[in-house]
């Protein structure tokens, strides 16, 4: 997408919180007066020049903040990405750059609207669990000191990136994969700290408390924690089977169920870390494994890999509160593999095939792909449009565009248009009463899709083509 165009999206998606791995200046001159509040970053390349000239950390500022602030509201500037363990010969630059940044930015009087800190790794702290035993590296230590010095004195949150995926991968048999999926827990489920009795329910809460434990063993409890990345894939290979898109929806819907219900953490419940979905866009160009490709919500043409189950009432995204959603071909599937989906699709699966054989409202065009369409909606539709019933080995995808055309009217439209006649043409006391509960339900959806989308459903994307989303 172009700058213009992917901002429309967002808006489109009701995202009013993003954050950026760079500075790219035609995104921040395309979200001038859009509201949508952004996260923009200094690339880890960039640090060495920065961090050893203040005028080259001043120059910085004039050219990526000044130049667009107010109109583009900048909240934030994340410096570097999880250096510490990614690129550990500049760490000695970090504070540097920190602090230069930070005076450009005094200079400019924009201090107390911008904040800036520096996104880490989970694996600068040890002995994660349990979480009140957790520490610092102390390899680091001369670098993390000065950093949450000045993170207390500036206000300015710790930057975490925060992923129970790796977490149960690494701990398969020690973590339980419903602990990290945030699925309700039995109370003899839960993981309890022996030295606090803290119960935790889920993965992301022990990690988060773990970062605090290890602030207060450097005597640091001013500082909040901010989560700047956290996912789950949605495809991997054979060494990766638990990289679905079950679990990556699964996931993803209950850690916003968990921000939205603001209970916090257990051993901060009045401290609810916001955190940015890692990602908004599929990168399709990412080095194995397959799972680096696939963290994205939307596929790159900007339809939906899964829909996310958040309202409690069914499945939405903001461009979707009737629920109308839809099992289409993916672009760029040979016709051989396509042909054997159709036939299971119209076989084994028993989807509803009638419509396009010969003759039928949906014969034209004839081609296997638009054949194959309408097959695997059908089956998708019966399925309760359950997201795994939309895959058929890879070669389809969800979306919220109607592919019906002509008198070809696919299930997905079939369905809502049955459901709405049959609220429409009731008369008796029984059928007037379900209709009601229809138009109820739609109404209650809406209502929780304005609420999570409007005040905190967020969502990171990273431009390069990067795009990781949230709240700050």
């Given at each position: 997408m172009?700058?213009?165009?992917?901002?429309?999206?967002?808006?489109?998606?009701?995202?009013?919180?993003?954050?950026?791995?760079?500075?790219?200046?035609?995104?921040?001159?395309?979200?001038?007066?859009?509201?949508?509040r952004v996260i923009i970053s200094v690339p880890n390349n960039q640090l060495l020049a920065i961090g050893s000239s203040n005028t080259t950390a001043a120059s910085w500022i004039g050219k990526n903040v000044v130049a667009y602030y107010p109109q583009t509201v900048i909240t934030a500037i994340a410096v570097g990405d999880e250096v510490l363990t990614t690129v550990p010969s500049s760490?000695?630059?970090?504070?540097?750059?920190?602090?230069?940044?930070?005076?450009?930015?005094?200079?400019?009087?924009?201090?107390?609207?911008?904040?800036?800190?520096?996104?880490?790794?989970?694996?600068?702290?040890?002995?994660?669990?349990?979480?009140?035993?957790?520490?610092?590296?102390?390899?680091?230590?001369?670098?993390?000191q000065p950093l949450l010095q000045f993170l207390s004195k500036t206000g300015s949150p710790l930057m975490m990136n925060f992923y129970p995926y790796y977490v149960f991968m690494q701990n398969k048999g020690v973590v339980p994969l419903d602990n990290s999926l945030f699925k309700p827990l039995k109370p003899s489920q839960e993981m309890v700290d022996p030295n606090t009795l803290l119960h935790y329910t889920n993965v992301l809460d022990a990690m988060v408390d773990a970062a605090y434990f290890s602030m207060r063993s450097m005597n640091f409890t001013d500082v909040v924690v901010l989560v700047t990345e956290s996912g789950w894939p949605s495809k991997g290979d054979s060494k990766e089977p638990y990289a679905t898109i079950d679990n990556a929806d699964t996931y993803n819907s209950n850690l916003i169920k968990h921000v939205l219900d603001r209970s916090g953490t257990p051993l901060h419940p009045e401290i609810t870390s916001s955190v940015y979905l890692y990602e908004l866009f599929n990168e399709d160009l990412r080095s194995p494994p397959v799972s680096e490709a696939n963290w994205g919500l939307f596929y790159a043409?900007?339809?939906?890999?899964?829909?996310?189950?958040?309202?409690?009432?069914?499945?939405?995204?903001?461009?979707?509160?009737?629920?109308?959603?839809?099992?289409?071909?993916?672009?760029?599937?040979?016709?051989?593999?396509?042909?054997?989906?159709?036939?299971?699709?119209?076989?084994?699966?028993?989807a509803n095939c009638s419509e396009i054989q010969p003759g039928e409202n949906c014969f034209q065009p004839n081609n296997v792909k638009n054949h194959a369409s309408y097959a695997f909606d059908s089956y998708y539709q019966k399925q309760?449009?359950?997201?795994?019933?939309?895959?058929?080995?890879?070669?389809?995808?969800?979306?919220?565009?109607?592919?019906?055309?002509g008198s070809c009217i696919f299930p997905g439209s079939k369905k809502i248009t049955n459901e709405a006649r049959t609220v429409v043409n009731t008369t008796s006391p029984s059928n007037g009463a379900g209709g009601s509960r229809l138009i109820s339900f739609y109404s209650s959806r809406i209502s929780a899709v304005d609420k999570a989308l409007k005040t905190f459903l967020t969502i990171i994307f990273s431009i390069l083509l990067y795009i990781p989303f949230m709240m700050f």
């Open positions: 172009s700058a213009t165009e992917l901002v429309s999206f967002l808006q489109f998606q009701k995202v009013t919180h993003i954050k950026l791995y760079d500075a790219d200046p035609d995104i921040l001159k395309a979200l001038a007066k859009t509201k949508i760490a000695p630059l970090l504070m540097p750059a920190i602090e230069s940044l930070y005076s450009a930015l005094v200079a400019a009087n924009l201090h107390n609207q911008i904040k800036i800190s520096t996104p880490h790794s989970a694996s600068i702290i040890l002995d994660p669990f349990p979480p009140s035993q957790s520490f610092f590296n102390q390899s680091w230590i001369s670098v993390i043409n900007s339809t939906p890999v899964y829909l996310l189950h958040v309202s409690g009432s069914g499945t939405f995204l903001a461009n979707d509160t009737t629920n109308r959603t839809y099992c289409i071909v993916m672009d760029g599937v040979d016709s051989k593999t396509l042909q054997a989906a159709l036939d299971w699709a119209c076989g084994p699966g028993r309760g449009r359950a997201a795994s019933s939309c895959d058929f080995k890879g070669v389809a995808m969800i979306t919220t565009t109607d592919p019906s055309h």
